[in-house]
């Protein structure tokens, strides 16, 4: 019945142009962050490929071609054709995206919540570590979020066109995105059946908004396996493992992982702070907007997690960030129905500080850090830049330097420089056969092993430190 008993609150005016000026400020700060992570492939690579070749070819090379829809990068090399190829350009394009998902939460938190919490709720929507850190290095990811809350903002409103719009970004951003479409059309289907002319559904009224976006994932999908041979996995491309099915003793693993990632970072507060008052509160979770709430976490956030499991592929704290938006408007509706507001102030004080404090949650090797879901990674560019300097005042060759992902990347596709320096791939070249050796703990795959190696046996040249993070230069004991 939440069609007819909500009525859609207007936010005040100030608080949108708030989130236009929080948002312009954080840009403005970021904005000649070079690429990190992920988005080195997924957006600046690819975008150098289809602004370098003037879109004369729309399939990517075979060895970056992910089997993700390319689109997001072409459109930044849209942009870079008509207006120049830089850093701040490319940050200033997410800008309007940031602030149309941070909208989009505010509208759901508006219909789960009174309008006091449900600004308390953006307000913690700003300060959510992941979603920070993705806002401020230029992501593909905010795009994905930003479509997918709009997305949950249509079913919520019933409002058909919006969501089918919705799912068209989402299906273009990303698999992730078709599968959330898929995820999203139980849920759907779900509230539809709750609503008040559930004798008035048909199944056109519930297919329609998915068929522009099923007709875009079939076409690309299609087209793509004709033209390449493959089916979203690329057999041939240097992550063609992560996608081979696992043992039990992996499923179980990865299972662990998933719920590391949703604890991770400050939000095991969260989580305690809803079993603690979901206990106290039990009987209201039977009301009807408590168990919407419910069922738009957990459905997606299982069978996501099940689909997940059964790869090799890393399972990294972006991937959940719309669970992690769900959860605080779940988290607050519970404190919402405290008496005593000290307690109140006191529960909200405390997931703002969870959240400040996520930023120093750092874990010792052989643990893998989710370093583009903390902005603790903020120091590696200067260091980076500052070992690059070094480099090349004693005039190291940058061919006998290996190195690891993320800092193997070359400084075009990074800092979008037109130098291409780069070190060599360990993984290429092998951790014993360079005289040299790059590494921070920034880079999650060296392993225990080999950090024992460098720090006990190879003679430490150089290092810079800055907040958590460090960069060191080693020297190869054996001529």
Known sequence: MYSQTHKHIIAPQWVYSSLFIFYALLTYFAQELPFFWDNMLFVSKTAHYYYENQFTNLLLPLKIDSGHPPFYGMFMAGIWTVFGKSLALSHWVMYPILVAGAIAFHK????????????????????????LTQSVIASIDMALLAATLWAVAGILYQKRMLLALAFCLMAMLSLRGSIAIVLLFFID??????????????????????????????????????????????????????????SLKDLAWNLCIIVWRMLDNGRIVLWLLVLLLGYKFSTNLKTAKTKQLLVLLFVPLVLFSIIAALRHNPILHRYFMLQYALLIIL???????????????????????????????????????????????????????????????????????????????????????ANAQSFQDKEIVGFNKSPYILQSNVMNDFTLVQIHDLQQNWKLVKEYKKGLVYMRLYKNPSP
């Open 189 to 246: 289907t779900y509230f539809l059946k709750q609503s008040y002319f559930k004798s008035k559904t048909t199944i056109v009224k519930i297919l329609l908004p998915y068929m522009p976006a099923a007709f875009i994932m079939i076409i690309w999908l299609g087209y793509h396996f004709q033209e390449t041979g493959f089916f979203m996995v690329n057999n041939q491309g240097a992550w063609a493992e992560h996608y081979d099915g696992v």
């Open 108 to 131: 759901i938190a508006q219909y789960f919540l009174p309008p006091t919490y449900a600004l308390i709720a953006l307000l913690l929507y700003l300060l959510e570590p992941c979603i």
């Open 331 to 417: 988290s607050l509706t519970f404190i919402a129905q405290l008496k005593k507001e000290l307690l109140k102030k006191g529960f909200i004080a405390l997931l703002a500080v969870s959240y400040l404090s996520a930023h120093f949650w750092i874990y010792p090797y052989p643990y893998a850090n989710g370093w583009d879901a903390t902005l603790a990674h903020l120091p590696y560019y200067s260091l980076k830049d500052k070992m690059q300097l070094h480099i090349d005042i004693d005039h190291y060759s940058y061919s006998n330097i290996v190195t690891e992902f993320p800092a193997v990347t070359p400084t075009k596709i990074t800092h979008l420089k």
